[in-house]
């Protein structure tokens, strides 16, 4: 027999009706097909207005709303829901995601923030979710402060960004210390003064302090400040980090660089809630969110013993992974083009124009120093290259010492025929039976990854039937969790 849970779970869903909302004929009615699907009834409106007239004669379990509608928009529409209707879980779906939109979700009190293209199954089980919630009545919302409209300088369509945007967006009520790891160069800084810039403390001060710039001698000094006379040249007063960060953030990157005897101290302050200053004897506060770097792996270190077990864990309470451009290659385009611009403002000149060869030749490259290289690149281009239109030709020369076209970069053909020839050479057989899988495997994760996950949108790029996906998925043994 089933269990409670189970029964709970099925009563709740057997009275559940979902609403979608959008200006998209198509998104509703594929939205529509796939709560029909599950068995569960939907009501779809093609405006926000219309749906908030029903709502005085019928409230749904749970409403999916586009952002961007003629007359009142998502935004609108979730805060005039959460104002009425305060306990109704509302999803917010869009095609331009970024981070505010991110955060404005979040902090206007939305369930969730799904960005497009999607699996409709993640939207159905989305849905799910969020009427279970309710039923629960864990997802109430309590006012938060609107956030600055100030850019924080992240750009990113890619599925990897998204949910580094979905994180800032989770935390943006809140004061919990977050570590950011991350190869050099992905933009860990960014993410932290994002974070600062979406939470309760944005009036408060953004202090920053790395561990690895700061001589090991004056780090103490750095961060905990010293009194005057507290040793030779110590001749006034001075505050550290950590006071100047009160009712702030306190940034600390390159954390994995931190001297074991400050790792120390560093523990005993977020454990006891104050510190002293270098020669002090009274307790100061601290009123301070930390928020810690590294592009090192904290856990090798720890097992190494150059970390204190104790504090990683007292920093590692929400991790957000940086990905590095190469895994998130489908934004180089759009970061070009700001960055581009951006070196235009700096010189006070017009943003000079990559022709497309560049792009495609930029976006297939791996580098290696990620975004921060990209933007050294494009500074280096509006600089030097006298054209107003960018080629191939002006582009540094160390990038052409090994100049290849585009087309091989990509050809596959000729890397997959040198390995046939090494194989056939090594006397293998069977070849086909052992690469075919590897090869399907392969193009499947591209049109996964190209489509944000949404099957069938992958299986027509593949040429299949979203069934023979399926299928290949489960062959394989892909997407397990």
């Known amino acids: 027999m089933p269990n409670k849970g189970v029964k709970l779970i099925n009563t709740i869903m057997s009275n559940t009706n979902i609403w979608v909302i959008d200006d998209d004929q198509a998104m509703r009615w594929v939205l529509e097909r796939a709560f029909q699907k599950a068995d569960i009834p939907v009501t779809t409106f093609e405006s926000a207005t219309t749906a908030m007239h029903e709502l005085e004669r019928h409230i749904p379990s749970a409403i999916i709303t586009d952002v961007r509608m003629p007359g009142m928009d998502g935004f609108e529409f979730l805060e005039r829901i959460k104002t009425d209707y305060p306990d109704l879980p509302i999803i917010i779906m869009t095609a331009h995601s970024d981070l505010q939109s991110a955060v404005g979700a979040y902090q206007k009190g939305a369930f969730e923030y799904l960005p497009k293209p999607f699996d409709v199954n993640e939207a159905v089980a989305l849905a799910k979710r969020a009427c279970l919630a309710a039923n629960e009545q864990t997802n109430k919302v309590e006012p938060v402060a609107t956030s600055r409209d100030e850019s924080t300088a992240i750009i ?33 800084e960014l993410v932290a003064h994002a974070l600062h810039e979406n939470s309760p403390r944005v009036d408060g001060p953004f202090i920053a302090l790395n561990m690895a710039a700061i001589p090991r001698d004056l780090l103490e000094s750095e961060l905990f400040g010293h009194e005057k006379g507290a040793f030779t040249g110590a001749q006034t007063l001075r505050k550290g980090r950590f006071e100047q960060a009160q009712q702030g953030t306190l940034f600390l990157d390159e954390i994995g660089d931190m001297p074991a005897d400050l790792q120390t101290r560093l523990l005993r302050v977020l454990s006891d809630g104050h510190f002293y200053r270098v020669g002090g004897h009274e307790p100061i506060k601290a009123d301070v969110r930390i928020v810690a770097a590294t592009h090192q792996n904290l856990e090798a270190r720890v ?16 991790r957000i992974n940086i990905p590095t451009l190469h895994e998130r290659k489908e934004d180089i385009p759009i970061l070009l083009q700001h960055f581009m611009q951006s070196s235009a403002h700096e010189l006070k000149n017009e943003p000079k124009k990559l022709s497309n060869e560049v792009v495609e030749y930029l976006s297939a490259l791996k580098w290696p120093g990620n975004v921060r290289q990209l933007e050294n690149i494009c500074r280096w281009i509006s600089v030097m290259a006298s054209g107003k239109e960018i080629h191939m030709q002006d582009l540094p020369a160390e990038m052409l010492k090994n100049e290849m076209s585009v087309a091989e970069l990509v050809d596959w053909q000729s890397l997959l025929g040198e390995w046939a020839d090494r194989e056939m050479s090594k006397g293998t057989n069977a070849i086909l039976d052992r690469i075919l899988p590897q090869f399907e495997a392969v193009l499947i994760k591209a049109a996964m990854r190209k489509t944000g ?28 969790s």
Do not use: Y
């Open 156 to 188: 990113g369509e890619s599925p990897a960004m998204q949910e580094v945007f979905r994180v800032i967006g989770r935390l943006s009520k809140s004061n919990i210390t977050v570590l950011i790891t991350g190869a050099s160069g992905t933009g860990k």
């Open 453 to 480: 996950g949404k099957r069938q949108e992958a299986a027509k790029l593949l040429g299949w039937g979203r069934n023979t996906l399926a299928r290949k998925i489960q062959e394989l043994g892909l997407f397990k």
């Open 303 to 318: 097992r190494n013993g150059d970390f204190r077990e104790d504090l990683f864990h007292r920093l590692n309470v929400i």
